[in-house]
């Protein structure tokens, strides 16, 4: 597939901002308790000045409406999350599997959603923001489902259905998820470097950041361009995986999450 820039969004971080986290591919979900207990963790004891949550925050989200249900993991969550974002400025961007995240989620939690991609000015910097599915060109199959899932009228006809049938839907999905990943098959797609070098130069960006590979390392594009690549969290494997990149004055640096 071709390597085309979409729109690219800006952000100017306030002057009084000094560090700033970065963290992507929790995919929180009820059967993982001890994920959202370490995400309660980190907020309660960041310093961090703002928080940028790269997509995936969720395994799946059925529609903002699954927050207004009594006792519900969406309501939990976004609870959890509007205490943070009474503290400091929180941000979401759409991953693959919460990408039907909408206007209900930010007037719950505070949360403001950016766009996929956006530059943050922090300084005399410019960072480029991503997800990072859009990038991986290799994973065909997926690329046409995602023109299809980010249309907002195909978006409006799922979040039509009754809550029940996409919870149904939902559960099916991280069922067939798992199983791929029991079976061995399920395979993550790398960014394409000339698309992230396209997106970069379009930017006016020496760094991407960004997560969805699930294979957190930093990568030297070009000369002065660079790619870094966010953990994904799994408080259950062995061993487990959390962490954020977080951004001060004397540069990125790579922290645990785990207790």
């Known amino acids: 597939m071709p390597a085309t820039v979409p729109p690219i969004a800006e952000l100017a971080a306030p002057a009084a901002w000094r560090t700033v986290d970065f963290l992507a591919d929790l995919h929180l979900e009820p059967g993982q308790p001890a994920t ?17 949550l790269l997509g995936d925050l969720f395994e799946v989200w059925v529609g903002d409406d699954a927050i207004d249900e009594p006792g519900s993991f969406e309501g939990i969550c976004c609870a959890l999350l509007a205490r943070a974002a009474r503290r400091r400025p929180l941000f979401f961007m759409h991953g693959n599997r ?25 300084g005399d ?4 923001l991503s997800h990072g599915d859009a990038l ?19 978006q409006a006809q799922l979040l039509a259905r009754p809550l029940p049938e996409r919870r149904a839907q939902g559960r099916s999905a ?21 698309a992230a070098l396209a997106w970069l130069h379009a930017a ?13 390392a ?3 594009l070009a000369p002065g361009l660079t790619r870094h690549v966010l953990t994904d969290w799994d408080l259950a494997a062995h061993p487990p995986r ?3 990149l977080r951004l001060t004055p004397e540069g990125l640096q790579r922290l645990p999450c785990v207790s």
Request: negative net charge; aromatic residues 8%.
């Open 36 to 52: 959202l207990q370490a995400l309660q963790r980190y907020l309660d004891g960041t310093p961090a000045d703002a928080i940028f």
């Open 98 to 122: 919460d990408f039907l995240v909408g206007a209900g989620f930010t007037h719950h939690t505070g949360v403001a959603l950016l766009a996929d991609p956006t530059v943050l000015q922090l």
């Open 125 to 128: 910097k410019r960072w480029l």
């Open 136 to 154: 991986c060109l290799n994973d065909v199959e997926y690329q046409r489902f995602r023109a299809v899932a980010r249309n907002p009228d195909w």
């Open 174 to 194: 991280r069922s067939e998820s798992e199983a791929r990943k029991q079976a061995g098959s399920a395979v993550y797609a790398d960014v394409d470097a000339a």
């Open 204 to 216: 006016r960006a020496q760094a991407l950041i960004h997560g969805h590979t699930h294979l957190p």
């Open 218 to 220: 930093d990568h030297v």
């Open 242 to 244: 959390a962490g954020v």
